[in-house]
């Protein structure tokens, strides 16, 4: 058994490297967490509930997880179009695209949120626009909405361009050779392949935008009941030397998060599962017969699918 386990172990000194690791994640992860429970149990239930249920602390909650939702829904949406393009595409500066997707990981939060505002505003390069049309787009949840889909676009993006650089266009190319259109191809044939990945930046995406902060705090306007989201709510607490408060709001912050993220993967994984039950042969048979199938009965003619 052990020699066993010898050739399976890729680096040498399991014990040293397991013993590393652990350390790591636990100052880095789970003794700061831990922390934020442990001090708010300096609270008594009846406390907490009072700081939790509070009518600024609900309105709060409300907006960032309305928010963050709606931003991650975009997002899924047009993040797959810009993988697709990225992907499926050769333009000039092409390069320079994809490096721009990335920017929301290089540039600090604080920036992003002064560069938002100073477009979206009423004088901004968009903004002028938008505000005749009875749009305002900074200072409101308009701007709160866009803040946190530009933080959370990088992580649909390169969650899905992987899986999609993987897929071959044998399958496409053989759906519309059998009369399948192109939305019909991309539902049946590539929509099941992508399906997890999607979800999984879904995910990500929303994560990273209920915690949101410094893109926000600029373009938001930070109104009481209207604008302002539980981290400046929580950041208010600390101003005010109410540490406890504080804790108890980023234990709910943290606890939605573990939820929302559970519940997600699971349908994420239940999604995977769907689709590697069927085997490598029986699967893209099945998918090239339901969109030819699908393809005919709405009478489209065979193209070229690029």
Avoid: C
């Avoid at 085997?279 to 193209?303: D, F, H, I, L, Q």
Wanted: proline letters at 6%; hydrophobic letters at 55%.
């Amino acid at each position: 058994m052990s020699l066993l386990w010898r050739r399976q172990s890729v680096l040498p000194g399991f014990g040293l490297a397991m013993g590393i690791t652990v350390t790591y994640l636990s100052l880095l992860v789970l003794v700061p967490l831990s922390m934020i429970f442990l001090r708010t149990a300096t609270l008594h239930p009846g406390e907490i509930w009072a700081v939790v249920t509070s009518p600024r602390s609900i309105a709060s909650l409300q907006m960032s997880f309305s928010a963050s939702l709606i931003a991650a829904g975009i997002n899924a949406v047009f993040g797959v179009l810009v993988a697709w393009v990225l992907v499926r595409y050769s333009f000039p500066g092409k390069s320079i695209v994809d490096a721009l997707v990335d920017l929301p990981f290089a540039l600090p939060t604080a920036v992003g949120g002064i560069a938002l505002t100073a477009i979206y505003a009423q004088q901004g390069w968009v903004g002028r626009y938008l505000y005749p049309l009875g749009i305002q787009s900074a200072f409101s949840r308009l701007g709160v909405v866009i803040a946190l889909t530009f933080v959370g676009l990088p992580f649909v993006v390169r969650t899905v361009q992987p899986v999609m650089e993987e897929l071959e266009v044998d399958q496409e190319e053989a759906a519309a050779s059998l009369g399948a259109g192109r939305f019909v191809i991309f539902t049946r044939v590539l929509l099941p392949s992508l399906w997890p990945s999607i979800l999984t930046g879904f995910a990500m995406s929303f994560a990273r935008a209920f915690g949101e902060y410094g893109s926000v705090v600029f373009i938001s306007g930070n109104m009481p009941f209207k604008t302002e989201i539980t981290p400046l709510v929580i950041m208010t607490k600390l101003e005010q030397y109410d540490y406890a408060g504080a804790t108890a709001l980023a234990a709910v912050m943290l606890l939605s998060s573990f939820v929302l993220l559970f519940l997600i993967n699971r349908l994420q994984a239940w999604s995977g599962a769907r689709v590697s039950s069927r085997s490598p042969v029986e699967a893209p048979r099945t998918a090239t017969a339901g969109a030819a199938g699908a393809g005919a009965a709405g009478g489209n003619a065979p193209g070229v699918v690029s």
